[in-house]
């Protein structure tokens, strides 16, 4: 059985799929899975430890942006999924994935209606409920039972030269954000970060749109930025503890078995947090309201119990 889930954007979501994903490979033992994303989380392939067999990676921007050749490129690409799966997973809930899973034409649609107006393009709906944390939305979508917290794996050949003190553990601060309201300051960050200097390596971790700040970090911070999704979670696995804002790095952090300490504005631990047994989140709204002792107050909690 050839599967296709569509999830495209949200690397936290992708991460938070993978337990549903191998609970399909696991009730069809000779299915393959390919996910349809956004070119920007393609690498989840190489780190989703065999579960996602094959990657459709689409340029979202190409329409945001109107780029007419890259549009049709990628209207192409999309025409070319006809009829190569028996089955499509609409784990977005999107229009846009609404109608991408009609356009495979595969045998059986399912999604999770948000809408009225997209249940023409299913064969299956589910409910789309957002009244239980993410992951278990999305095995309900597959309808089977999740299989366990989500994992992934760096494949052996990765490797990146980090100037750590083996002598010292090691804390991540992952300063980026997908919205502004939700990012904590570069300057708390950078407060947070120079309170845990004398004792450990500090790696600080910089998105695209936060690059603006790596001169705000002297070189005592080892800085983080411009790698591929592959290489940032290797970086990542060498953390002791990793503190974010909820976005995407940080579940990658969960799925590598680092302790978390996730800072939330509008969003709900129970809800989206990380699925690690060795976690502490904070939610302020706005976040600019969380102190940096109380985040070091979190963060030593878990160190003590690291």
């Known amino acids: 059985?050839?599967?296709?889930?569509?999830?495209?954007?949200?690397?936290?979501?992708?991460?938070?799929?993978?337990?549903?994903?191998?609970?399909?490979?696991?009730?069809?033992?000779?299915?393959?899975?390919?996910?349809?994303?956004?070119?920007?989380?393609?690498?989840?392939?190489?780190?989703?430890?065999?579960?996602?067999?094959?990657?459709?990676?689409?340029?979202?921007?190409?329409?945001?942006?109107?780029?007419?050749?890259?549009?049709?490129?990628?209207?192409?690409?999309?025409?070319?999924?006809?009829?190569?799966?028996?089955?499509?997973?609409?784990?977005?809930?999107?229009?846009?994935?609404?109608?991408?899973?009609?356009?495979?034409?595969?045998?059986?649609?399912?999604?999770?209606?948000?809408?009225?107006?997209?249940?023409?393009?299913?064969?299956?709906?589910?409910?789309?409920?957002?009244?239980?944390?993410?992951?278990?939305?999305?095995?309900?979508?597959?309808?089977?039972?999740?299989?366990?917290?989500?994992?992934?794996?760096i494949p052996k050949n990765v490797t990146l030269s980090l100037p750590l003190q083996s002598s010292k553990k090691t804390i991540g601060l992952n300063i980026g954000s997908t919205q502004e309201s939700r990012r904590w300051s570069e300057e708390n960050f950078k407060k947070l970060g120079e309170y845990f200097l004398s004792h450990y390596n500090v790696m600080v971790f910089f998105g695209p749109l936060e690059k603006r700040f790596l001169t705000s970090f002297d070189d005592r911070f080892i800085k983080i930025y411009d790698q591929d999704l592959v290489h940032l979670a290797y970086a990542i696995k060498q953390c002791d503890l990793f503190i974010s804002n909820d976005t995407g790095p940080v579940h990658l952090a969960a799925a590598l078995h680092v302790p978390t300490v996730t800072l939330f504005s509008t969003g709900e631990d129970w809800q989206v947090g990380c699925m690690n047994e060795k976690k502490e989140f904070i939610r302020k709204n706005p976040i600019s309201a969380i102190t940096v002792e109380e985040v070091i107050e979190k963060s030593e909690r878990l160190l003590d119990i690291a």
């Open 1 to 153: 059985m050839n599967i296709l889930a569509i999830r495209y954007s949200g690397l936290g979501d992708i991460v938070m799929l993978l337990p549903t994903l191998k609970a399909l490979k696991k009730r069809h033992p000779d299915s393959k899975v390919t996910l349809l994303c956004d070119k920007t989380n393609a690498q989840i392939k190489e780190l989703s430890c065999g579960i996602i067999d094959d990657v459709v990676a689409l340029d979202r921007n190409a329409f945001r942006q109107k780029r007419v050749t890259d549009m049709l490129r990628e209207i192409k690409k999309i025409i070319s999924l006809r009829g190569k799966y028996d089955v499509v997973y609409d784990f977005q809930s999107f229009g846009e994935t609404a109608m991408l899973a009609w356009l495979v034409g595969a045998k059986e649609r399912i999604g999770a209606l948000k809408k009225e107006k997209y249940r023409k393009f299913y064969t299956k709906l589910r409910p789309y409920d957002t009244s239980i944390h993410r992951s278990k939305h999305f095995a309900r979508i597959a309808e089977v039972e999740m299989e366990g917290a989500p994992e992934v794996c």
